[in-house]
């Protein structure tokens, strides 16, 4: 395959929406089994500490790594018979990501106390590259480790670490 088309341009922007939804479930799910797992020994914290390092958790670690392979997972899924070239890998990842940050931003907007238009502006400037960034790394490195075997999986997680290390200082510049 060599082309991108139509059909599946809407489809992987359809897929990335989608997986908004999924990606906050299975974030979520996980934030409770860890504050389950961190409760009773933590009982001496600071309230305000806890909240904070829970939210660092959840924004910095699960948040980024959640959302990184649900944004390239329904093309590894949607491809798994075929041959798909790096370009159409990293090209349907891409704009998986672009629909997964448009939902994102839109859902960041309509609970924000800012303004819809203002945190719009913000989130579509800066955190939908910072997707599209993290997105590629994530792609590209699957790519080159599971399809053309080369390259250390490790570097898979670079997408994850650039979005953790985002989301960690937007977390920290909120306090």
Do not use: C, W
């Not at 395959?1 to 939804?21: D, R, Y």
């Not at 999986?153 to 650039?162: A, D, H, K, S, T």
């Amino acid at each position: 395959m060599n082309k991108f088309n139509v059909q599946q341009i809407a489809l992987f922007i359809a897929f990335g929406i989608t997986t908004v939804f999924f990606a906050a479930y299975i974030e979520q799910v996980t934030l409770i089994i860890i504050q389950l797992s961190l409760d009773p020994i933590v009982n001496n914290f600071d309230l305000e500490v806890y909240q904070l390092l829970l939210k660092l958790i959840l924004s910095a670690v699960i948040a980024p790594s959640v959302e990184e392979v649900s944004k390239i997972f329904p093309v590894i899924v949607y491809f798994r018979d075929e041959d798909i070239g790096e370009n159409e890998f990293l090209g349907y990842s891409l704009i998986s990501a672009l629909g997964f940050s448009l939902v994102e931003n839109v859902m960041y907007a309509l609970r924000g106390d800012a303004g819809f238009s203002l945190v719009m502006l913000i989130r579509f400037s800066i955190s939908t590259p910072m997707h599209l960034i993290a997105t590629f790394l994530t792609a590209y490195f699957y790519y080159r480790v599971t399809f053309l075997k080369k390259g250390n999986g490790l570097l898979i997680g670079l997408g994850m670490l650039v979005h953790g290390i985002f989301n960690g200082v937007i977390v920290l510049l909120s306090v």
